[in-house]
Antibody
Framework: EVQLVESGGGLVQPGGSLRLSCAAS????????MSWVRQAPGKGLEWVSA????????YYADSVKGRFTISRDNSKNTLYLQMNSLRAEDTAVYYC?????????????????????WGQGTLVTVSS | DIQMTQSPSTLSASVGDRVTITCRAS??????LAWYQQKPGKAPKLLIY???SLESGVPSRFSGSGSGTEFTLTISSLQPDDFATYYC????????FGQGTKVEIK
């Protein structure tokens, strides 16, 4: 059974930093691109960032480019999102999400950008 | 950027009703469209991909159609478990979501 479990959310002041983690199980982690998608309170969904299975390729939404860094540790089956220079508008539930396309090499790119499995989310609140 | 517009924003319906939600793209996205269902406090769940392909395990009362810029999600006979918010998402160019359609009890 595919499981994605996010952690690391919390309250942070504007300008601060936070690192989110997503522990994956139930599938060959290194063979799938992964993404972070966020949802501001009471709002819709926004794709944030994606990374290839190997970790060698990454994409970012313009709203977070230069402030957020996506990475992965395939030996630990874990996805990360390092968030710096946080703003009030970054307040949201952050979901990690799995790409449906299997690629044994881990180099398939770009990702499909739709998601067959999602974690339960972790809340990030940016406020003074 | 490709914009996605869903209609209506809210839909009131009864169990057994046939329900249709529309999603329009600001430019052609071929058939690169997905639909998700989200319940309060839960993660989205994939229902449909490539405009009309039903995700494994999803009940057959859900169906999708369309191509280019206009798409629909249809629930043939609304069940109690279907009251939720539905999002479309284009994945022709990265991925952008519609604003959501809340299906509520009439």
């Amino acid at each position: 059974e595919v499981q994605l479990v996010e952690s690391g959310g919390g309250l942070v002041q504007p300008g601060g930093s936070l690192r989110l983690s997503c522990a994956a199980s139930g599938f060959t982690f290194s063979s799938y691109a992964m993404s972070w998608v966020r949802q501001a309170p009471g709002k819709g969904l926004e794709w944030v960032s994606a990374i290839s299975g190997s970790g060698g390729s990454t994409y970012y939404a313009d709203s977070v480019k230069g402030r957020f860094t996506i990475s992965r540790d395939n030996s630990k089956n874990t996805l990360y999102l390092q968030m710096n220079s946080l703003r009030a508008e970054d307040t949201a539930v952050y979901y990690c999400a799995k790409d449906p396309y299997y690629d044994s090499s881990g180099y398939y790119w770009p990702p499909t950008y739709y998601f067959d499995y999602w974690g339960q989310g972790t809340l990030v609140t940016v406020s003074s | 950027d490709i914009q996605m517009t869903q209609s209506p924003s809210t839909l009131s319906a009864s169990v057994g009703d046939r329900v249709t939600i529309t999603c329009r793209a600001s430019q052609s996205i071929s058939s690169w469209l997905a639909w998700y269902q989200q319940k309060p406090g839960k993660a989205p769940k994939l229902l449909i991909y490539k405009a009309s392909s039903l995700e494994s395990g999803v009940p057959s009362r859900f169906s999708g159609s369309g191509s280019g810029t206009e798409f629909t999600l249809t629930i043939s006979s609304l069940q109690p478990d279907d009251f939720a918010t539905y999002y479309c998402q284009q994945y022709n160019t990265q991925g952008t979501f519609g604003q959501g359609t809340k299906v509520e009890i009439k």
